[in-house]
């Protein structure tokens, strides 16, 4: 069985950095497509940042230019830069893994993917 666990959150002052990572263990594939998702409270998840087997990357524009996705060399690890932060992403942040999507992120959205962390809380202040 597939466990992600996230780390890296914290409370930092908008325009600062954090790097979240996210430890894979109990048999991923390169092939599966990653994700980081984030939920603010009393909103729906919401896609943040996906990398494909191919290392296809995507962000939600409200992170581009700003938010960074990534692994290591053997895929056993997911990261997440985000310089430049703003209050409002102030959320609890999530680590995903589709195990069907075979090189290719099969979709963007939380029904895709079946693997997921317990989450890591990043706060914001102005």
């Known amino acids: 069985q597939v466990q992600l666990v996230e780390s890296g959150g914290g409370s930092v002052r908008a325009g600062g950095s954090l790097r979240l990572s996210c430890a894979a263990s109990?048999?991923?594939?390169?092939?599966?497509?990653m994700a980081w998702f984030r939920q603010a409270s009393g909103k729906e998840r919401e896609r943040v940042a996906t990398?494909?087997?191919?290392?296809?990357?995507t962000y939600a524009d409200s992170v581009k230019g700003r938010f960074t996705i990534s692994q290591d060399n053997a895929k056993t690890t997911l990261f997440l830069q985000m310089d430049s932060l703003k209050p409002e992403d102030t959320a609890m942040y999530y680590c995903?893994?589709?195990?069907?999507?075979?090189?290719?992120?099969?979709?963007?959205?939380?029904?895709?993917?079946?693997?997921w962390g317990r989450g890591t809380q990043v706060t914001v202040s102005s």
């Open positions: 995903a893994a589709d195990r069907f999507s075979f090189d290719i992120c099969r979709g963007l959205t939380p029904i895709y993917f079946n693997f």
């Open positions: 109990g048999g991923t594939s390169s092939t599966y497509c």
């Open positions: 990398i494909s087997g191919r290392g296809t990357t």
